[in-house]
Every structure is written in structure tokens, then in C-alpha cells.
């Protein structure tokens, strides 16, 4: 355990509702603050790649399956997509859609015992499928760090937030106690809590949700991570801590350089914070593109429906349109489309063409980077006749 560093407790830190005891990001402490490890946006981009193009993420056909008692769990399948430093990619879909099992695939963190991987996960340059355990846990912090859910369950309740912080950062770096705990102030400063030196041996119960959830971002960010994902980092939030953390994660983002993973169920945060979405039902990537063409005309019905759950903020009150029935499960999926017991554009597809054949994630406009999957022949005349008049 580490030894006594700072004062006593600041009360006015300690509370549940998190708002007004976020400090603001100081702005020269993102430049300054960083400790002799970390390097510039710039740095880190022309480090990976002369021409920044090169994605640093690179996922190809990946499939990831948990043998059970009652059968195969087929949790993500035939997932490929690609994320460059600086770029924000969300990943968007019901629970039970395949976003987290395959971000955590991402981060090794599957017990290679109990699962079934097949497929590619390069990252910056380095294939993580089939790594050795060892290998991947030097991986993790410095290559790709993960901010989880649930901070409150995601923190040790033994330990001092100093011990948690800086556990990764010795690991990685041969320094001392003291540049460790320099560097957790550091990390805690650039995250907006204040008073971070009396605030290192306080344990998680004294912070506030948010506030855990500034100290789970600092231990992510505290190896300079080239790749940060975010699992849902705010849902456990009220709607104003949730807005602050966005903009921290984006702050930092920006600063860092990083490529971030967003993974949300939430297509208002997308518009937020995305420069690309995918969005997965079912264990499989359903529609692919940039945050624009995904939220002005997407292609998809599942989209059609996520776009239709969000609700108004302002003007007249309108009915909302949930997509029915609920998500399939993954030991038993539907055949052929999978979302086809729950569509409503089945009909308008000739035959039984929905139940009986997977339809193939395809490009539908020059963009080859603008991908769905789906039979519908003009989907975007039908967003614009059906769907776009009834959205809220
Ligand atoms: Fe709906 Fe058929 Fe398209 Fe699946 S393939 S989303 S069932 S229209």
C-alpha cells in the first residue's frame, strides 16, 4: 500500500451528485502536465505512420463464440472495421448486439479457455489474436486502455485511488514512488478534480460517481494510451456529470491524439462525439459509415429504429416509435437477417428473401466506405418517405 502523502480529506469534494465539484480542465495542464513519457498529437501520429492515414486499429473478420452448457454463444461474427489515431469510432447497438465482447476482444481480455476466436485484431501493427497472455498484458495500458461501465464496481474498495493509478504506471515505467504519485497528481489535475494532491489516498467510496468516473479515465490515460475505448462510460451518470465527461473524453482525445473506441447505445452521444459509427445487432455489423451519412440517411431499419427511439428535447411532444419485440439470442439467432422477426420493411423485400438469407454487408453508394446490410433495394427513398417524417 502506498505511504501517506497528502492532507486531510476536502470535504467540499466528497458527494453523490458530482456537478459542482467537477473542476474545469485546466488548459496549460494538458500540455504541461503530461510527465516525460507522453508525446504530443502530432508526435504520435507521424510515430505510427508518416502519413497519419495508416489505421492504428485494424479488425478483420472477427469472430468470437463462448462454448455453454446449452450451446454456442455466437457473440460477434465476420467484424471488420478499421480506426486511425485521432479518429472516434462508435460503436452502437442494443446489449446483446456483440459492441463489448468485441472490444474487449480488442483488449485480449477473453480467457482463451472458454473462448472461441478466429479472425484478425491488429493494433499498430501487432496482431493481439493468439498473442500469449504475458505479451498482452504489456500491451494493455501503453497500446490500448479501456475506461469500463461501471466505475463503482470497476474500482478496488480496498484501495487508495493512488495505488490504482499508478499500479499500470510503475508496471510500465521504472520510477520511483514519488514520480508515480507526481504523476497520478498529474493525471488527476488533467481529468478536473481538484485539490488532487489531498485527494490521492482517499479511497473510491469518497468520491462521487462522476468523480469515479474521472479518476477510472486518469488510470486509463495514465500510460498514454495510442487506443482509449470507452464502454458506456456514462450511463451510470445523471445527464449533467454525462455531459461533462464527454467533453473530457473529447478534450483529452483531442489533445492526446489517441483513437477512440466509443461503444453507447445512444445515438444522441454519437452525434456528439463520433467521426464514424458502426452499428451491430446481433453480433454483426449492420450498417458502416460516417456520423453524417448514419444520422442524416441511413440505410438500415435497425438505425431507422434507433434514430426513431431517441426522444424529442424541444417543439410539440411526438409519439415515439420503439423497435419491437426485443434482441435475438445469440445461442439461437434468426435466420437469414437476423433483425427480421422485428422489421417492418420485410414485406417490401420480394419472397422470403429476409428469413431464409443473410443479406452481405455492401457498400450502396460510392463511398466504399459507407457499407449496410440489408435487401432492401432503395433504402434511402425509403428513409425519406417513411421514416423521416415521423421522427421526433
Ligand atoms: Fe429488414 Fe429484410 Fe433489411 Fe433485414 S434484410 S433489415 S429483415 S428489410
Redesign the pocket.
Known amino acids: 500500500m502506498s505511504e501517506m502523502w497528502g492532507d486531510a480529506v476536502d470535504a467540499s469534494t466528497i458527494g453523490s451528485g458530482g456537478t459542482a465539484e467537477a473542476a474545469p480542465i485546466p488548459a496549460q495542464a494538458t500540455a504541461e502536465s503530461r510527465g516525460p513519457n507522453t508525446i504530443t498529437r502530432t508526435e504520435r501520429i507521424r510515430a505510427v505512420d508518416s502519413s497519419g492515414d495508416a489505421p492504428y486499429l485494424e479488425v478483420t473478420n472477427l469472430t468470437v463464440a463462448f462454448p455453454t452448457a446449452d450451446g454456442v454463444v455466437r457473440a460477434v461474427q465476420d467484424l471488420t472495421y478499421t480506426l486511425k489515431l485521432g479518429q472516434t469510432l462508435a460503436v452502437v447497438g442494443e446489449s446483446g448486439s456483440g459492441k463489448s465482447v468485441s472490444s474487449m476482444a480488442v483488449m485480449g481480455l477473453h480467457d482463451p479457455k472458454s473462448t472461441r476466436m478466429r479472425g484478425s485484431i491488429r493494433l499498430g501493427g501487432r496482431e493481439i489474436v493468439g498473442m500469449p497472455q504475458e505479451e498482452l498484458r504489456h500491451q494493455r495500458g501503453r497500446a490500448a486502455a479501456m475506461i469500463f461501465q461501471d466505475p463503482q464496481s470497476s474500482l478496488h474498495p480496498f484501495f487508495t485511488i493512488v495505488k490504482q493509478i499508478t499500479e499500470a504506471y510503475v508496471t510500465h515505467n521504472n520510477v520511483s514512488t514519488r514520480a508515480a504519485r507526481k504523476r497520478a497528481v498529474d493525471m488527476l489535475g488533467l481529468v478536473g478534480i481538484p485539490n488532487a494532491v489531498r485527494r490521492l489516498d482517499d479511497f473510491p467510496h469518497q468520491f462521487s460517481g462522476g468523480m469515479r468516473q474521472r479518476v477510472m479515465i486518469a488510470m486509463a490515460l495514465v500510460n498514454d494510451p495510442k487506443l482509449l475505448i470507452a464502454d458506456e462510460p456514462t450511463t451510470a451518470l445523471d445527464v449533467t456529470v454525462q455531459a461533462q465527461i464527454l467533453d473530457l473524453i473529447m478534450d483529452l482525445q483531442r489533445d492526446f491524439g489517441s483513437a477512440v473506441l466509443f461503444i453507447t447505445h445512444d445515438l444522441g452521444v454519437v452525434a456528439e462525439i463520433a467521426d464514424d459509427v458502426l452499428v451491430m445487432y446481433g453480433g454483426r455489423a449492420?450498417e458502416h459509415g460516417t456520423v453524417k451519412d448514419i444520422l442524416a440517411s441511413p440505410h438500415?431499419?435497425?438505425t431507422w429504429g434507433l434514430l426513431e427511439s431517441i426522444p424529442a428535447v424541444s417543439g410539440e411532444p411526438t409519439r415515439l416509435h420503439p423497435i419491437p419485440g426485443t434482441p435475438p439470442s445469440l445461442l439461437k439467432l434468426p435466420s437469414?437477417?437476423s433483425?427480421?422477426p422485428r422489421?417492418e420493411?420485410?414485406q417490401?423485400?420480394p419472397g422470403d428473401?429476409?428469413r431464409t438469407e443473410l443479406?452481405d454487408l455492401v457498400p450502396r453508394t460510392a463511398d466504399p466506405g459507407r457499407t449496410s446490410?440489408?435487401?432492401?433495394a432503395h433504402p434511402d427513398e425509403i428513409f425519406a418517405t417513411d421514416i423521416l417524417p415521423r421522427l421526433p
Do not use: S
Not at 373 to 376: A, D, E, N, T, V
Open positions: 449492420v438500415h431499419p435497425y437469414g437477417c433483425f427480421h422489421c420493411f420485410r417490401r423485400v428473401l429476409c443479406p446490410r440489408c435487401h432492401l
